[in-house]
């Protein structure tokens, strides 16, 4: 009869230890995935901010010459946000001057022109549509936010000249680099826009004689996508 007490208090005592072990190993396990969880969560964030592309642009309403990068997300990366920094030269003013644009872009349909590409032509792809929507400032003491006291009440409304706001429609054509060519870029797209600006159409609607193949202007550019 002893023996069995005895016997069943060792029985218990290495359950109850076995429980706390398997306990512990649960506890530590938890807390493991949640650190690495949180590590793979902000990965992807600082992963999200490294720029897709680079891209050069000239004309467009935003300077001479343009460079920039940008990012591409969404379903097949439909959209993109750019961010760009251009260059005008001085012409008829005293000194050149530089500009900012942030650029929205949508491309919602691409047709693939040759399906069976080879190492050699990669795969090309068309987008017959796509679409712009950026602001971009002017740097210089030259252009104001709010209207001067010089001009008349409301002779500029709510529009400035430091500040515009541009639409443009454009075309695109891109490789697709082979995988066994990849070297520096995935993806090498030529385009070209039609741009117009706020004060383009307010010019348009105030019946000065300008036309509406007045108000647009025509730019182009590469982009040079990393992945």
Known sequence: MKWNKFISSIVMMLLCTMSAVAGD???????????????ERRQRVWASLIPTHFLIQNAGNMGTLSIGVGWSYGKKRKWETELLFGFIPKHDSSRPKLTTTIKGNFAPWSVCLNPNGSLTKGLWHFEPLTTSLYINTVYGHEFWK?????????????????????????????????????KYFSRISLFYELSTCDLYIRSLFQGNGVKFTDIWGCSIGAKFYTR
């Open 25 to 39: 190993s649960i506890t530590v396990h938890q807390q493991e995935s949640t650190y690495e969880h949180n590590m």
């Open 146 to 182: 709010s209207q001067p006291g010089r001009y008349p009440d409301g002779y500029y409304e709510f529009m400035s000249t430091k500040f515009r706001l541009n639409l443009a429609f454009g075309e695109r054509m891109t490789l697709k680099i082979p995988k066994e060519k990849l």
